[in-house]
């Protein structure tokens, strides 16, 4: 996906960018494969790939919520800032704390967020069990089971707010014996499959209030 592709498929998620906004991915995805050769952030670096399997696919969250709406994010597992750093970028009025329980990830984190002189978010070295405080929106892009997932995010999900789990193909990991486990305890209240653009791989987001 190159850019100008990058640009229409995201207008088609409701999103259309400013040339500021544009300028800050490009120096993003520049940041990114500068430090991947200091510390392994991730084994995408080609700029087509960056552009669809982590920009884009970070902003298919836009599917099931409309962010512009919302005040505060985490993103649990954050990574390489996935789809953490790309959010605010995309979505100014957000409050963001990125939680990573690498401390090089979390230096580099911080590193970027002043590089691109982004406000109002924070990298946090910490597990997601370990972290106390209350989203509107609590993320986690393709890092772990569901079921082991929840322990790590429902207790940051406000009253009013909701858990995003950010998957790949869910169909075996999603069986209705464990929606209907998850279900006793949370609220499934969306599950929304669809397919990435250009390799057509799987996508699933899972939508999951408090009760």
Same mark, same amino acid.
């Given at each position: 996906?190159?850019?100008?592709?990058?640009?229409i498929s995201i207008k088609e998620l409701g999103i259309e960018l400013t040339e500021e906004q544009l300028?800050?991915?490009?120096?993003?995805?520049?940041?990114?494969?500068?430090? *991947?050769? $200091? /510390?392994? +952030?991730?084994?995408?670096?080609?700029?087509?790939?960056? !552009? @669809?399997?982590?920009?884009?696919?970070? &902003?298919?969250?836009?599917?099931?919520?409309?962010?512009?709406?919302?005040?505060?994010?985490?993103?649990?597992?954050?990574?390489?800032?996935?789809?953490?750093?790309?959010?605010?970028?995309?979505?100014? *009025?957000? $409050? /963001?704390? +990125?939680?990573?329980?690498?401390?090089?990830?979390?230096? !580099? @984190?911080?590193?970027?967020?002043?590089? &691109?002189?982004?406000?109002?978010?924070?990298?946090?070295?910490?597990?997601?069990?370990?972290?106390?405080?209350?989203?509107?929106?609590?993320?986690?892009?393709?890092?772990?089971?569901?079921?082991?997932?929840?322990?790590?995010?429902?207790?940051?999900?406000?009253?009013?707010?909701?858990?995003?789990?950010?998957?790949?193909?869910?169909?075996?990991?999603?069986?209705?014996?464990?929606?209907?486990?998850?279900?006793?305890?949370?609220?499934?209240?969306?599950?929304?499959?669809?397919?990435?653009?250009?390799?057509?791989?799987?996508?699933?987001?899972?939508?999951?209030?408090?009760?």
């Amino acid at each position: 996906m190159n850019k100008e592709e990058f640009i229409i498929s995201i207008k088609e998620l409701g999103i259309e960018l400013t040339e500021e906004q544009l300028v800050k991915l490009n120096k993003f995805y520049n940041l990114l494969i500068e430090w *991947n050769e $200091k /510390i392994n +952030l991730t084994r995408i670096t080609e700029e087509k790939e960056v !552009y @669809l399997k982590h920009f884009y696919d970070s &902003l298919t969250i836009s599917k099931v919520v409309d962010l512009s709406t919302k005040e505060t994010l985490c993103d649990v597992g954050t990574g390489a800032g996935f789809p953490g750093i790309v959010l605010k970028i995309v979505f100014p *009025n957000l $409050k /963001i704390t +990125l939680v990573d329980s690498l401390l090089k990830r979390v230096n !580099y @984190l911080n590193a970027i967020i002043s590089d &691109l002189k982004l406000e109002n978010i924070h990298a946090i070295h910490s597990r997601g069990e370990d972290f106390k405080e209350k989203f509107d929106v609590v993320t986690a892009r393709a890092v772990a089971n569901i079921e082991k997932l929840l322990g790590f995010t429902m207790h940051l999900v406000n009253k009013e707010g909701m858990f995003i789990a950010m998957k790949g193909n869910i169909e075996e990991e999603m069986t209705s014996e464990v929606i209907n486990k998850i279900n006793k305890k949370y609220q499934i209240t969306e599950i929304n499959k669809f397919l990435l653009p250009k390799e057509n791989s799987n996508r699933s987001l899972v939508v999951i209030k408090n009760k």
